[in-house]
């Protein structure tokens, strides 16, 4: 009797540890869990590898992005007083120019690309870009041509003097101090006197015979 008491003081025990642990496990399940912002992003299956999951960029209505910030504010230039030559067939090419200083100043005083190197027809219609333009400048050329323009006597005659008397020895052209008026990278190179060919790198786009 005595044995039988005992086993069921055993199943009464058993019974109610199960009873206390299930509810305790059901009013976990009835409830969401707390957020946890360190808990990692979900991960996705790419293939056969698991790849974590991009995190949700959050910006707070107060703030911006850091982005915008880091980049300096462009400089407005005031309306042009007239016309503004149209330089858009150059810029197909030659990129570089459409925002670069003495191409922009010209431009909004209607001096176009073509009043210094002319029309170039030949040169915009060759796409193996063999075709040199119409007029091009060696440094000899550049002040004079300049000049033809602004005048001596039309521009700060003290600060240029030294160039006057061919004394400088630094900044000796035009376009060592006005613009950034060069290319950077050259894939053609012509003789600026003569408009001979006499470096490239050998790329063509519509002819497979390369010029001698």
């Known amino acids: 009797m005595l044995k039988y008491l005992r086993y069921c003081w055993l199943l009464f025990l058993m019974l109610l540890a199960l009873i206390l642990f299930g509810c305790k496990d059901s009013s976990s399940h009835g409830q969401n869990p707390p957020a946890n912002e360190d808990v990692p992003p979900a991960v996705k299956n790419s293939g056969s590898r698991t790849e974590p999951a991009a995190p949700k960029l959050t910006i707070k209505p107060d703030e911006e992005p850091l982005l915008l910030l880091d980049e300096p504010p462009a400089e407005e230039l005031p309306p042009p007083e007239g016309p503004v030559a149209d330089n858009s067939r150059c810029h197909v090419c030659h990129m570089n120019y459409e925002d670069e200083e003495l191409a922009v100043t010209h431009a909004r005083a209607n001096i176009g690309c073509e009043q210094c190197h002319g029309s170039c027809d030949a040169h915009c219609g060759d796409e193996d870009n063999?075709?040199?333009?119409?007029?091009?400048?060696?440094?000899?050329?550049?002040?004079?041509?300049?000049?033809?323009?602004?005048?001596?006597?039309?521009?700060?005659?003290?600060?240029?003097?030294?160039?006057?008397?061919?004394?400088?020895?630094?900044?000796?052209?035009?376009?060592?101090?006005?613009?950034?008026?060069?290319?950077?990278?050259?894939?053609?190179?012509?003789?600026?006197?003569?408009?001979?060919?006499?470096?490239?790198?050998?790329?063509?786009?519509?002819?497979?015979?390369?010029?001698?």
């Open 130 to 212: 063999v075709t040199p333009p119409d007029i091009m400048y060696p440094l000899e050329k550049i002040n004079s041509s300049c000049m033809v323009c602004h005048t001596r006597e039309s521009i700060d005659a003290e600060q240029h003097q030294p160039l006057f008397d061919g004394t400088a020895t630094e900044n000796k052209y035009c376009t060592d101090c006005h613009g950034n008026h060069r290319l950077a990278y050259r894939t053609r190179r012509w003789n600026r006197t003569t408009g001979k060919l006499i470096e490239d790198d050998k790329v063509r786009m519509t002819t497979e015979t390369i010029p001698e």
